[in-house]
């Protein structure tokens, strides 16, 4: 109603929150005594959503010292307790008592929920037929995992105060991570580097960048609609925190796949009538704290955008990437070639060298699972953004009922949804974020709360329509969480025991290390890794026959190349090297461009006398670096110093036998790598680099690298390059002797 004539906008403002604090509560009237069992489902779901973003970006893979924030044993378990949690969430909502009448399904609704279970059910298919049974195991608990969240959002989350709940869950869990990735910025601003790419807790920046854009429209949703003053204020500050750090991550197609989903966020928007009245007020505000946002983190975008062309080399590494993805889904388009197995299967159809992920959710999906499921993921996110749609154009013309100060405009909440599952869905063509266990949860966590603000409210729908449907049954929800269970207690109970296993082997305590790692491998006994380590500590400790019998158990449970090298190296180090060269000729036909298994090979060779097969393997490695293999690095920081060993051999031989010319060539080749590696050996990058860094024996390498070239050079009438040559052995004498570490 008008208020009186001559009310000021103050005072119209205060009667209205009166009003709306005087109004019955739909979160009180919606929730009735019976649905407690949804409540704490949706706890459930919220510390799974909060646990996941914090530990879930797959922190373990890179050294603690660049996430000095969040380190030690909460990042080995806090996935594992997430989907322990996702699990319990998806139980306590099959608990909840059956809703009441029975309209009509929403077709695409039907669809999203069918395409998710058989996606379920390919994942499961995949993984029993897959050779490493631990990768794909875990990995199809990270396909089970959001898809039990998302099943478990959209039945408890059907009260305005449910859905608003796992809303700013999302909103808070980003805001938290993006304080944490600027914090990491501002530390790095400090040390003089102001074009640091944040990670906070995920591995790379793009896959934070790829977390934040599930966020970022929620977030916004939050604060056009929500009328409390405090939850106003606070959606504001995190839309400001998570765009500020989505833009330090330099992602480029980040920022490309948000503009994309801001703009499906303007038009659903406009064509919804979702923005009116204090919202439209709000929406200036967010334009001018964007603007502002955007200010304040652009300058690093820029920089790397200005950069882009001498990048080029790492967009042509994500195509080429693409294209072995694509071979490799053709060798298996059914079943793929195992559920989690990319890393382990890729490399034969490499035309690139080493990559985790195919850097696209769907050509990944399709290479380990068959092309059936990457077509079952698009066409799930599919129908839940038309859900979403159809959904809003029902609401158009209806206002609905009045809603606590707290609760989500639902028009809004489906707008923002829809919007987030868009932007993630464009940019998993560019990286293969649902792969990380913060982003699939996430996203489940999303597409659920589509199919619960999409249906009709609690209490309204039978149980033979509910979401995620009677169709899938309790059995499927009930076997979902037990696995879920299983797999979070095996994997977290062996990762706390590999990490006291460290723990020892860092205080000399080498008794300790194994026996710790035998309990790992106790409590999680198809772990490869474990195996491997228990391997290693054994040869240290003088017991090479259980040294053996360990690396053949990993090598049993994933005949992968890194298994295969890894039982090459034992044997050569224990003297066999005719055993060695059988095992690391195995590793190259599983890991062809893997480089320390060809210098490991050579190696092997040189030492029984096999001099030609050895060279052959440096001009093989020679033939790789003047490639797309070397000369197309995914991370331009990353020098992969092998190679100049396989310039330096071929010179070697060349060398003894007098080809002067063609020893200079390689020595300035072997050289040119060398000087690279030297300059970046000390970035932080250079420190993630798979291996870590070369050591001590690199940099002697190199001098006596510069000290051949040299002599060559001298010897065949080039006086000033050789002075060249010296003084900067010379310059890397004293770098050394003043302690400067390769």
């Not at 929403?106 to 298919?125: E, H, I, K, N």
């Not at 829809?418 to 940019?427: E, N, P, R, T």
């Amino acid at each position: 109603m008008p208020g009186p004539r001559g009310e000021s906008r103050a005072a119209r403002r205060a009667r209205e929150r009166r009003s709306a604090a005087a109004r019955p509560s739909a979160l009180a009237s919606a929730r009735p005594r019976p649905l407690r069992a949804a409540d704490a489902s949706l706890v459930c779901a919220v510390l799974a959503l909060l646990l996941a973003a914090l530990g879930g970006g797959m922190l373990s893979d890179r050294p603690a010292s660049l996430a000095p924030d969040i380190t030690g044993p909460f990042a080995l378990i806090a996935v594992p307790l997430a989907l322990l949690l996702a699990g319990a969430s998806l139980v306590l909502a099959f608990l909840g008592p059956p809703p009441a009448s029975a309209p009509a399904p929403c077709r695409p609704r039907s669809s999203a929920t069918a395409a998710f279970a058989l996606l379920a059910a390919l994942g499961v298919a995949s993984a029993v037929a897959s050779r490493y049974p631990h990768m794909s195991a875990t990995t199809l608990a990270l396909l089970v995992g959001p898809i039990a969240l998302g099943w478990a959002v959209a039945r408890a989350a059907r009260t305005p105060g449910g859905l608003t709940a796992i809303l700013l869950a999302v909103a808070a869990a980003a805001a938290i991570v993006a304080v944490i990735g600027l914090n990491e910025y501002m530390r790095s601003w400090r040390a003089q580097n102001s074009i640091w790419r944040v990670f906070a807790t995920f591995a790379v920046p793009n896959f934070l960048a790829g977390y934040l854009l599930l966020a970022l429209p929620v977030t916004l949703a939050l604060f056009l609609s929500l009328r409390e003053r405090n939850l106003v204020v606070l959606s504001g500050t995190a839309l400001v925190l998570q765009l500020l750090c989505l833009l330090l991550t330099q992602s480029r197609l980040g920022v490309a796949a948000l503009a994309a989903g801001m703009a499906v966020f303007a038009g659903l928007a406009l064509w919804s009538r979702a923005i009116a009245g204090h919202a439209r007020r709000r929406a200036l505000v967010i334009a001018v704290l964007v603007v502002l946002a955007g200010l304040a983190g652009a300058r690093p975008l820029l920089a790397r955008l200005r950069a882009s062309g001498d990048q080029a080399y790492s967009a042509r590494f994500r195509v080429l990437t693409w294209e072995g993805a694509v071979r490799m889904a053709g060798a298996h388009p059914l079943l793929g070639a195992g559920l989690g197995t990319f890393e382990a299967t890729y490399p034969p159809y490499a035309v690139v060298g080493f990559t985790r992920h195919a850097h696209n959710s769907y050509l990944q999906l399709a290479a380990e699972a068959g092309m059936p499921a990457a077509a079952l993921l698009g066409l799930g996110l599919l129908a839940v953004a038309l859900a979403g749609v159809f959904a809003l154009r029902a609401e158009r013309r209806s206002d609905g009922p009045p809603l606590p100060a707290a609760a989500v405009d639902r028009r809004l909440a489906l707008v923002g949804l829809v919007s987030a599952v868009a932007a993630a869905g464009i940019h998993s063509l560019f990286d293969s974020d649902l792969y990380v266990p913060a982003i699939g949860l996430t996203l489940g966590a999303l597409c659920g709360a589509v199919m619960a603000a999409s249906g009709p409210p609690a209490g309204a729908v039978s149980e033979a329509h509910a979401a995620p449907g009677r169709r899938f049954g309790r059995g499927a929800a009930f076997a979902a969480a037990v696995y879920l269970v299983a797999i979070a207690w095996i994997v977290a109970a062996g990762r706390m025991q590999a990490h006291q296993a460290e723990a020892a082997i860092r205080a000399g305590d080498l008794e300790g290390a194994i026996r710790d790692y035998r309990s790992a491998t106790s409590s999680d006994s198809a772990n490869a890794e474990y195996h491997m380590s228990l391997a290693s500590l054994y040869a240290a400790a003088g017991r090479p026959a259980e040294a053996r019998a360990e690396q053949r158990e990993a090598v049993r449970l994933s005949p992968s190349g890194k298994a295969l090298y890894r039982m090459g190296k034992l044997l050569a180090e224990q003297g066999d090297h005719g055993g060695a060269i059988t095992w690391y000729e195995r590793a190259r036909a599983a890991d062809p461009h893997n480089l320390r298994t060809l210098l490991a090979l050579a190696d092997s060779l040189s030492a029984l006398g096999r001099h030609e097969g050895a060279l052959q393997v440096y001009r093989d490695m020679a033939a790789l670096y003047r490639g797309p293999v070397g000369r197309i690095r995914a991370v331009p920081e990353i020098v992969e110093w092998e190679y100049s060993e396989a310039f330096l051999g071929l010179a070697e031989a060349e060398l003894a036998r007098g080809d002067r010319p063609g020893a200079e060539k390689d020595l300035r080749e072997g050289i040119a790598i060398l000087s690279e590696y030297w300059r970046t050996r000390d970035s932080e990058m250079a420190q993630v680099a798979p291996g870590g860094p070369a050591g001590e024996k690199t940099a002697e390498r190199y001098a006596w690298a510069l000290e051949q070239w040299e002599r060559v050079l001298r010897t065949l009438g080039r006086p000033a390059e050789a002075d060249a040559a010296a003084e900067r052995l010379r310059e890397l004498r004293a770098e050394m002797a003043a302690g400067a570490s390769p």
